[in-house]
């Protein structure tokens, strides 16, 4: 990462433009040096909020910013929970900017591990004549249903160390259905699985 430059070096910088000669003095005690470092403060902050200006230009660095960056992408939205920490924002927040869009599985599979998730999906298709016997039957709209299998584990150990029953609690997981729900075509149906 680059860092920027400091009053000083800006002013050696200056100094050493000058011309040569007993009228250009080029000490660090003159009053030519004195003055190179007033304009090199300047050159200085300015070198600083470039480099600030750089940081905020992506989501994972962003601060000044965030605000303007959860706005591009309608952050926080339903899917948000009721009071996401700073970390969960931002981890929303570069979701949805890496999220170009998607339908395949493997999309779906990447964006659950985003959220701490392990995922496998299981996608149904019509039953037609001379397919294997003992497969589930299942019509035309079966060609649209996809279930998603996780295990409560994945999610669980993310919460030791908190009160007994909490393990239940976490059956079915919200955040992970609305996503999945918000950003799949209308045609597609999920079904979760958490075994």
Known sequence: MAVSKTA??????????????????????????????????????IDARTLAVIRESHPSTAFELFKEWEQMYALPHSCSGDDPSFQERRQALIQAYRANGGQSRQFFITLAALLGFIITITEYQERTFGDDLGEPFGGVEWNYVWQVNTSLNNYAERSMGEPFGEYYRTWGNQRLECLFNRLVHSHRHIIFSYT
């Open 8 to 45: 000083e070096e800006y002013r050696d910088a200056l100094l050493a433009l000058l011309p040569r000669g007993d009228a250009w003095p080029t000490d660090l005690d003159s009053d030519m040096a004195k003055l190179m470092l007033g304009v090199a403060e300047e050159f200085a902050r």
